[in-house]
Every structure is written in structure tokens, then in C-alpha cells.
């Protein structure tokens, strides 16, 4: 498992960064919620990154697809718990989604934590 704080190791998108640069204050709100968030529960990283994995299907939203990959990568997920994570979008949110999601997580997979 890494030590490193995936948040801080990783690439952030660039519009997350403009918006953040643009809007400080609520780029410090948002951390702020997102680490109460994680210390809400007992569940680990590498589990909280799976489920944002499927959240994140379920919004359609590609570029959190493949950050929360590469986190749960960096937390030391398999590249099976991770396509399992995906697949389970199949019969909730249909075929054409889960596919596309798929294809995402793959593209992060073979690119690596980098």
C-alpha cells in the first residue's frame, strides 16, 4: 500500500485546478468536507476508493473514473477489484454505461498510478 496521499501525488485535472485557483475559498471548503468524509466510517482507502469508483460510473463522470482508479491503484487495489467495482453498474445503470466506464478504468489501469 502507498503512504503517500494519492490527493496530493497524483494529477488533478486542469479545470479542477483553474476553478480552484479562481475560487479558493471553495477549494478549501471542498478539502475540508472531503477529509471529514473519509474519517466518517471504518472503511479503509482502497475500499472508499472503489466505491467513489462506482459513484463516479454512476454520474457518468470519466475523468473521476479514472482518478479514483488511479487512487485505488495507488491504495493497492487489484485490477480485478477495480473492473469488479465497474461491472457492478451493469444491471443498475445498463450495458452502454458500464462499457464506457470500463474502457476508462482500463485506459488509468494500463497508464499506471503515474
Known amino acids: 500500500m502507498a503512504s503517500a496521499d494519492p490527493t496530493k501525488a497524483g494529477k488533478l485535472p486542469g479545470t ?6 479562481k475560487f479558493p475559498e471553495l477549494g478549501q471548503a471542498h478539502e475540508q468536507v472531503a477529509k471529514v468524509v473519509d474519517h466518517a466510517g471504518p472503511l479503509d ?3 472508499c476508493e472503489l466505491v467513489k469508483i462506482g459513484l463516479s460510473v454512476g454520474a457518468g463522470l470519466e475523468s473521476a473514473v479514472r482518478s479514483h482508479v488511479r487512487r485505488a491503484m495507488q491504495y493497492g487495489a487489484t485490477e480485478q477489484e477495480i ?3 465497474v461491472l457492478l453498474a451493469m444491471n443498475t ?3 452502454p454505461r458500464t462499457v ?10 494500463e497508464r499506471g498510478v503515474d
Open 16 to 21: 479542477y485546478l483553474k476553478f480552484i485557483e
Open 45 to 47: 482507502r482502497k475500499t
Open 83 to 85: 473492473e469488479q467495482a
Open 93 to 95: 445503470l445498463g450495458f
Open 100 to 109: 464506457a466506464a470500463w474502457s476508462w478504468a482500463r485506459q488509468q489501469i
